[in-house]
């Protein structure tokens, strides 16, 4: 099947932003296809890790909906710097304080 034009236009005029954005979902379908978990990649230090809620900027001059969210984060220190990871709009599960792999 041929992807439309339109649509690879509209792919192009995408900022770096939402071009990251593009990935990630195209990703999960792939996966869903498969029925393949995600692969996350897990901090070489597991210590305490903090999750919160945040409301972010998307960034895009004329967004009327900013800030975004509330989205969950994770937060812990790795090699003396806080690190954090995206979760996503449903809270983490219990029993996730071990470590951030759950985003």
């Known amino acids: 099947m041929a ?42 230090h597991r210590g305490r890790v903090t999750y919160r809620q945040e409301r972010v900027r998307c960034g895009r001059e004329n967004c009327g909906r900013c800030p975004h969210g509330p989205y969950w984060y994770a937060y812990w220190r790795e090699d003396g710097r806080v690190r954090s990871r995206y979760i996503g709009k449903e809270a ?11 985003g």
């Open 3 to 44: 992807l439309d034009h339109d649509l690879i236009r509209r792919i192009r005029a995408l900022d770096e932003y939402d071009l990251r954005r593009l990935m990630i979902f195209v990703r999960g379908l792939l996966l869903a296809r498969r029925n393949e978990e995600f692969e996350v990649e897990e901090p070489a």
């Open 92 to 102: 983490p599960p219990r029993g996730t304080e071990s470590g951030p792999e759950s």
